[in-house]
């Protein structure tokens, strides 16, 4: 039983990362980022960097926080993707952004890494001051593991605005439902915390959600790609 063991922490390492590959992939060979939701990339970075910290306090299994470190250096690689090809049409191009600060949606990727540097340094010091606390520890674990249960909501009101699944990779969708079943499955199987129970049948509810959305609405081009490529299309006559 050891081998089998070893091969589920290592699947319990190098799965997650693995599920957003074919997305990336997706976005650099249609030169698009349309329909996938960078606030995705926002959640799994603040919660993995969170759940670093945490495992200072409390060493939980080391496959979790190898899985935590290569989702971090998985994300911070699709975010980039998702910022080279993002739409035209994006409310950091067009500086129509409503969210304060237009959080998460800045120009450029040196303003996503220093906000992340920033929110690295601010944990650190917490937990130079308060990182004997069990109470403190506690609250990070919470804080991250409540932060990765909404994870598919993002992507939820994307395809809700978009009436379309335009860009979003079913194996992402695959990977997130059954990945989130199995979890869930399996904290009641070992009778995990009653936090554990809550977020997991949360996140799997939403994961339900996203797969009725992609039922009804498909994956047609939304109208907003649309525009673009009227957009292209007169830019290209206006040089010719």
Excluded at 124 to 139: C, Q
Excluded at 210 to 237: F, H, K, N, S
Aim: net charge negative; aromatic share 14%.
């Amino acid at each position: 039983m050891s081998w089998l063991s070893t091969v589920a922490s290592v699947g319990m390492a190098v799965g997650p990362p693995l599920v957003y590959a074919d997305q990336a992939v997706s976005i650099v060979r249609k030169k698009d980022a349309t329909g996938f939701s960078r606030d995705v990339c926002a959640i799994l970075l603040l919660a993995n960097i969170t759940r670093c910290f945490f495992w200072l306090g409390n060493h939980f299994e080391l496959a979790l926080l190898i899985q935590s470190i290569l989702m971090i250096i998985a994300q911070l690689g699709l975010l980039y993707i998702c910022i080279l090809y993002r739409p035209r049409l994006a409310p950091e191009t067009l500086g129509t952004s409503s969210r304060p600060f237009s959080f998460w949606q800045w120009a450029n990727y040196t303003q996503y890494v220093e906000f992340l540097a920033g929110f690295i340094l601010l944990q650190a010091i917490l937990v130079l001051i308060f990182g004997r606390s069990e109470i403190f520890v506690n609250i990070l674990g919470f804080f991250a593991l409540g932060l990765e249960s909404t994870l598919p909501i993002p992507q939820l009101i994307s395809n809700f605005k978009q009436r379309s699944l335009y860009g979003f990779r079913t194996s992402t969708l695959v990977g997130w439902f059954g990945g989130d079943g199995f979890k869930t499955v399996y904290f009641f199987l070992q009778q995990a915390p009653l936090q554990f129970k809550i977020c997991s049948i949360f996140q799997l509810s939403i994961d339900v959600a996203i797969v009725i959305q992609r039922l009804v609405y498909g994956a047609a081009p939304p109208p907003t790609v649309l525009e673009e490529d009227d957009l292209e299309q007169a830019l290209a006559l206006e040089d010719e």
